[in-house]
C-alpha cells in the first residue's frame, strides 16, 4: 500500500525535537507543514548552489486495522538522503545509511490495532564513512521517493526477493531456445518449519503460459530459504529490445498446505547479451551501438523529490531523441526508473556510489565537504566506507536485477578524483567491488566508470570500461585533421564506452549542432561521427539540466531543468530517429519541425508580439492525475500571436491555482526572469501534483494578454478537501546551507586535456597526472605547439604552477577562455629571458572553461612540455570575494 499522503515535516532539529520526544505518539506536531511524499528538504529548489544542510523530521498516523492481526508487516522506503532512523509508536524500528538505495523494516512488534504513528528522522550531513563521499550535484535531504506498507502472510517472499534471469540455450537455423531461472528468497515466520512450494508461471501480454518453473523444500522456523527452479527449454520466445520491448509476465506463488500464502509479479525480458572489446556490443547476437545520454534525477521546484510519471517523461524524452541508451548518473535510481527503460526499451546502466569529483585529487583527508578524495584519505574511516559502498551496490543490485533493459552494473565514476596517496587502495577496493558484483549477478558483467585516469580500463580490474571526457580520444588515430581506422595492435583490451563526451553548458534555446568533441571524427568538422568499430557506445553529458555545488555546472544538458528542450535535443531527434525509420511528418515536437529540404536548422520560433497565452499538458502528461504522489502533470505555458503560432516573446505569467494541488512554490508562481523560471521563445514549463481527489483550475495570465486555464482532475481515494499543503518555510531556525565554496579548489588534477602533438611515451596525460616522474612532450621543436585544459565547466582560475621536464629558456603565453571560442590572456610569459625549470604566478580571476598554454619560443632541440601542470581557483563569483584565503 502506497502511504505518500498524510505526513508532517519540520525541518531542523534547532528546538531539540528528538530531546522533546517527536518520535512519541503524542507528541504534539500540529504547528509542523502538511506534506506529500516524495519530498525535499529543499523543496522548492531550482538549481541553486546551496542547500539545506541539517536535520529534519517526519511524522504519520498509520490505521492498523483488526484483520491485520497474525500478519506480517513490513515499512518500505525507495530512498531517503542519507540517514534514516525509523520509529513506530516511539520504538526505533531500525536504521539505514545511504541516499540512493531502498530499505525494508519489519514492523510487526511495533504495532498495534487502530491508530499508529511513525516518526522518521533524516539527517544529509556529509559523512565521510558513507558512499559517496563526492560529487558535484546536489545532496539534498528527505524522504524524497515513495513509501509503502507490504502485509503479508508468516510465510512471504523477502524483500524484492526474487532473482529471475533468462540465459540462452541455443540460436541455431531453427530457432532460438532460452530458459527462465527463478531464484526466490522465502522467509518462515510461522513458528515451526514448513513444506513449501515455490511457483513461477510465465505469461505472455494475453495471457498465454509460456513456462511453469517449481520447487519444493522444507523451511525451518524463523529462517530464510533461497530456491531454485529452472523451467524447460522455451522455444523461440519474444526478444526484448529496443525496437521491440516486449515484456513477460513472471507470477510466483508460494504455497504451504495447498494455500497460496504470498503472490510476486515481476515483469521479465527475454535476452541476452555480449560485450566484446574488438566488436562492440551484441545484444540477441546482433550488433547494438549503445547510443544515449546521462540522466541525474532531480526537476525543477521539486528538486529529486519527482514522482514516478516524471521518471517515466524523463525516460521517454530521451527514447524521443533517438537514442536507445541511458547512463544512470552517478548512483542508483528509482525502481520506476528500471521500469520505465523496460517499457520503452532503452538499455540502462546503472551505476553505484563510489565517485568523485574534479578537485577531490588534491584532498589530503581535511576536507569535509563533497568536493572530497573518492576513496578516504583518513585510515579510520575506509572500512566504514566500504562496507557502505559494497552494502549500497548489493541493494542496487536486489532492486534492479529483475529489469531486462539493465545491461551491467557500473561500479563508480572517476574514483580516480582520490589522493595519490590512496591510489592502490581505491583500485584494490574497485576490484573488490566487481567480485560483489559478479557473486550478486553473475548475469551482468561490471563496468568500472569513469575510468580515463590510473589504467582503469583494464579487464584484470572490471569486465567493462567506461571513459569520460578526453577518453574519448584514447586508442585513436589520426592524419592531420580526420581521424583514420586504428591499428590493431593500440586498440583497447576491455570492452569500452564513452560514458560521457560533450559537456558544454548552454541554457535555451542552445545550439543546433551536436557537441561530439573527443568521440569526432574530424578536427575541423566536430559534428561529424562514427564510432570505432570495438567501441560499445556513447553517452551525452548530459540528458537533463541539474542541481550542482559547482557553479554552472549543471546547465550542460540537452533538455533544461523544466524539461523542454534545447536545439541540441532537436538535432539528435531530427537525425537519429530517420534513421530507425520515423517519417518526417512524425518527428515535430512542441510545434517544431525538422529542417525543411535544403534547410540546414529547423524553422525556430520568430519575434514577435503575442497576442495570448496557451495552457496545456506536456508530452507524456494528462489532465487526470492520481494523488498518490506517483503522479503529476507538466505544464506547458506558450505565447502565440494572433494566428496561434508561438512567437520568441517573453512576459510575467502567473499560475494560479484553485483547487486541490500545488506548484512547487510558497504562492502563486510567477514566471520571469527574477523567479528563474523563464519564458524562452514563447516557451516555459513547470510541474504540478497534487494528494487530494477534486478538480483544480489552474490560469495563466500576463498583462496585456488573453489569459488561459486548465483543469486537471485528480483520482483517488481518501477525502476531497485540500488541507495545508503548503511548502514549508524556513522554521525560524539558523538555516544551514551547503555553502558556495570559499577556499581555492584545486582544478587540474586529472581534468580532460588536449595537445597540439605529443611524443611516443610521453602522452599529454602526463602534464596533470599528479607525478612528476612523467611529462607530456610535443612530438616536434617547433614553437607554436601548446597544451590545453578542459576544467569541465566554468571556474575561475587564481594560481598557476607549472613545471618543466629540464631547465631552459620557455617563452609562452597561458591563456582562458569560457566557451572554447575566445581568449584572454592569464599570464604572458613571451619575453621571459632567464633559464627555469618551474613557473608560479597569481591570476587574475576570469570565467575559464578551458586553459591552454602555447609555447612560442623555444631552445634550440627542446620540445614543449610539461611535468606538471597545477590549477587552483574558485567555482564561482560569490567565492572571488573572499580573499583572505590562500593556496
Not at 584514447?474 to 580526420?482: A, I, P, Q, T, V
Not at 558556495?740 to 602526463?766: C, D, F, I, M, V
Request: proline residues 5%; charged residues 25%; aromatic residues 10%.
Amino acid at each position: 500500500m502506497n502511504i505518500n499522503r498524510e505526513w508532517t515535516f519540520i525541518r531542523g532539529d534547532w528546538e531539540g525535537y528528538q530531546a522533546q520526544g517527536s518520535e512519541q505518539i503524542h507528541f504534539d506536531d500540529s504547528a509542523w507543514a502538511h506534506v506529500g511524499l516524495p519530498h525535499s528538504f529543499s523543496t522548492p529548489y531550482f538549481m541553486e548552489n546551496e542547500w539545506y544542510i541539517g536535520e529534519g523530521w517526519y511524522r504519520k498516523h498509520l490505521h492498523v486495522p483488526a484483520d491485520w492481526d497474525g500478519k506480517f508487516v513490513h515499512l518500505n522506503f525507495e530512498g531517503v538522503f542519507q540517514i534514516a532512523h525509523v520509529y513506530v509508536n516511539g520504538h526505533l524500528a531500525g536504521q539505514h545509511e545511504g541516499g540512493y538505495t531502498g530499505f525494508s523494516l519489519d514492523i510487526t512488534k511495533h504495532l498495534v490495532s487502530g491508530d499508529n504513528v511513525i516518526a522518521v528522522w533524516v539527517n544529509n550531513e556529509w559523512n565521510g564513512k558513507i558512499a559517496p563521499r563526492a560529487g558535484e550535484h546536489t545532496f539534498s535531504g528527505g524522504i524524497y521517493r515513495d513509501v509503502t506498507v507490504t502485509v503479508t502472510e508468516p510465510v512471504h517472499v523477502d524483500w524484492y526477493g526474487t532473482f529471475v534471469s533468462t540465459s540462452l540455450i541455443s540460436n541455431e537455423d531453427a530457432g532460438v531456445q532460452m530458459q527462465v531461472r527463478m531464484k526466490a528468497e522465502v522467509l518462515n515466520h510461522s513458528g515451526k518449519a514448513e513444506k513449501t512450494t515455490v511457483r513461477t508461471v510465465v505469461t505472455d501480454r494475453e495471457g498465454q503460459v509460456l513456462t511453469v518453473l517449481e520447487s519444493t523444500d522444507v523451511i525451518p522456523a524463523d529462517y530464510s530459504l533461497q530456491f531454485d527452479a529452472v523451467s524447460e527449454p522455451v522455444h523461440n520466445p519474444r526478444l526484448w529490445s529496443p525496437e521491440d520491448p516486449y515484456l513477460y509476465q513472471a507470477v510466483t506463488e508460494v504455497i504451504v498446505d495447498g494455500v497460496v500464502t504470498d503472490v510476486v509479479m515481476d515483469q521479465i525480458g527475454f535476452r541476452w547479451m555480449e560485450w566484446t572489446a574488438d566488436r562492440g556490443f551484441y545484444l540477441n547476437g546482433q550488433h547494438v551501438f549503445l547510443n544515449g545520454a546521462n540522466v541525474h534525477q532531480d526537476q525543477a521546484g521539486w528538486g529529486d523529490a519527482v514522482t514516478q510519471a516524471a521518471i517515466y517523461r524523463d525516460v521517454k524524452m530521451i527514447k524521443d531523441a533517438g537514442m536507445n541508451f541511458i547512463r544512470g548518473s552517478h548512483y542508483p535510481h528509482h525502481p520506476a526508473f528500471s521500469r520505465a527503460c523496460d517499457e520503452y526499451g532503452i538499455l540502462f546502466w546503472s551505476e553505484a556510489t563510489f565517485w568523485g569529483m574534479g578537485g577531490g585529487a588534491g584532498d589530503n583527508g581535511e576536507r569535509k565537504d563533497w568536493r572530497s578524495s573518492a576513496y578516504p584519505v583518513l585510515e579510520e574511516d575506509q572500512e566504514a566506507f566500504e562496507e557502505s559502498a559494497i552494502h549500497q551496490l548489493r541493494e542496487m543490485i536486489r532492486i534492479h536485477r529483475n529489469h531486462p533493459s539493465i545491461i551491467v552494473w557500473s561500479m563508480s565514476n572517476e574514483p580516480f578524483f582520490s589522493h595519490d596517496s590512496v591510489k592502490e587502495k581505491a583500485i584494490a577496493f574497485l576490484k573488490k567491488m566487481v567480485q560483489v558484483s559478479h557473486a550478486e549477478d553473475p548475469t551482468r558483467k561490471a563496468a568500472a566508470g569513469g575510468a580515463q585516469r590510473w589504467g582503469l580500463d583494464d579487464p584484470e580490474i572490471a569486465d567493462v570500461a567506461g571513459l569520460n571526457g578526453d577518453g574519448g580520444g584514447f586508442y585513436l588515430k589520426w592524419e592531420g585533421e580526420e581521424r583514420v581506422e586504428d591499428p590493431a595492435s593500440n586498440r583497447p583490451k576491455c570492452p569500452q564506452v564513452i560514458s560521457e563526451y560533450g559537456s558544454e553548458v548552454m541554457d535555451r534555446p542552445g545550439k543546433y549542432r551536436p557537441f561530439f568533441d573527443h568521440v569526432s571524427v574530424s578536427r575541423k568538422d566536430p559534428n561529424r561521427h562514427a564510432a570505432p568499430v570495438w567501441r560499445s557506445g556513447q553517452a551525452v553529458w548530459c540528458g537533463f539540466h541539474h542541481g550542482s555545488l559547482a557553479n554552472d555546472m549543471g546547465h550542460m544538458g540537452i533538455v533544461d531543468y523544466y524539461r523542454l528542450p534545447l536545439r541540441t535535443w532537436y538535432w539528435y531527434r531530427f537525425n537519429f530517429l530517420p534513421e530507425i525509420g520515423v517519417t518526417p511528418e512524425e518527428l515535430s515536437y512542441l510545434g517544431i519541425d525538422p529542417p525543411a529540404a535544403g534547410s540546414i536548422e529547423p524553422e525556430w520560433p520568430k519575434a514577435g508580439v503575442p497576442v495570448r497565452i496557451k495552457l496545456y499538458p506536456g508530452v507524456g502528461s494528462d489532465t487526470s492525475i492520481r494523488n498518490d504522489g506517483t503522479d503529476d502533470v507538466q505544464l506547458i505555458v506558450e505565447l502565440v500571436d494572433e494566428d496561434g503560432r508561438r512567437v520568441d516573446a517573453a512576459a510575467d505569467v502567473t499560475l494560479t491555482v484553485t483547487g486541490p494541488g500545488q506548484l512547487p512554490s510558497y504562492d502563486s508562481k510567477v514566471m520571469n526572469a527574477e523567479s528563474g523560471l523563464q519564458i524562452i521563445e514563447g516557451l516555459g514549463a513547470i510541474t504540478f501534483r497534487s494528494y487530494y481527489a477534486g478538480v483544480t483550475t489552474i490560469e495563466a495570465a500576463s498583462p496585456g494578454l488573453n489569459s488561459a486555464s486548465l483543469e486537471i482532475t485528480t483520482v483517488g481515494e481518501g477525502t476531497a478537501q485540500e488541507p495545508d499543503m503548503s511548502i514549508p518555510r524556513v522554521q525560524n531556525d539558523p538555516e544551514k546551507a551547503q555553502p558556495a565554496l570559499q577556499e581555492l579548489l584545486e582544478l587540474s588534477t586529472y581534468r580532460p586535456n588536449g595537445a597540439s602533438s605529443e611524443a611516443y611515451g610521453y602522452s599529454k596525460n602526463h602534464a596533470n597526472d599528479g607525478d612528476t616522474n612523467s611529462s607530456w612532450r610535443a612530438g616536434s621543436t617547433k614553437a607554436g605547439e601548446w597544451w590545453m585544459l578542459d576544467l569541465e565547466g566554468v571556474k575561475y582560475p587564481k594560481h598557476v604552477e607549472i613545471e618543466f621536464d629540464r631547465e631552459a629558456r620557455y617563452q609562452f603565453i597561458l591563456e582562458g577562455s569560457a566557451d572554447g571560442n575566445t581568449w584572454s590572456t592569464l599570464l604572458d610569459c613571451r619575453h621571459l629571458q632567464e633559464a627555469v625549470s618551474k613557473v608560479e604566478d597569481n591570476l587574475d580571476q576570469s570565467p575559464c572553461r578551458y586553459v591552454r598554454i602555447t609555447f612560442t619560443t623555444l631552445p634550440e632541440d627542446v620540445p614543449a612540455n610539461l611535468k606538471a601542470f597545477r590549477l587552483y581557483g574558485y567555482n564561482n563569483e560569490e567565492s572571488i570575494k573572499n580573499e583572505n584565503l590562500h593556496v
